[in-house]
């Protein structure tokens, strides 16, 4: 199964997929114990950064994404 990403309005991200990997800048991976499903906070409260821990509920975030297309890369010079 492919990863997924679903933006929820006025919440998180949604990941979900049989192989997620979550790394931090360093390349360190976060230790998902075989999780299929994880939501990434959007409105940067969390307590459990980068994930949502459903602080937005409480704080008011609000945010609606629909999707749309892209423009084409530009190839580089």
């Known amino acids: 199964m492919a990863v997924k990403i679903v933006i929820n309005n006025n919440g998180s991200y949604r990941i979900e997929g049989e192989e997620i990997e979550i790394v931090d800048m360093n390349g360190n991976r976060y230790n998902l114990n ?44």
């Open 34 to 77: 075989g999780r299929t499903r994880v939501s990434l906070c959007r409105c940067g409260l969390s307590k459990t950064k980068p994930f949502c821990d459903a602080t937005h509920k409480a704080s008011g975030f609000q945010s609606v994404c629909e999707a749309y297309e892209l423009p084409p890369i530009t190839p580089k010079q």
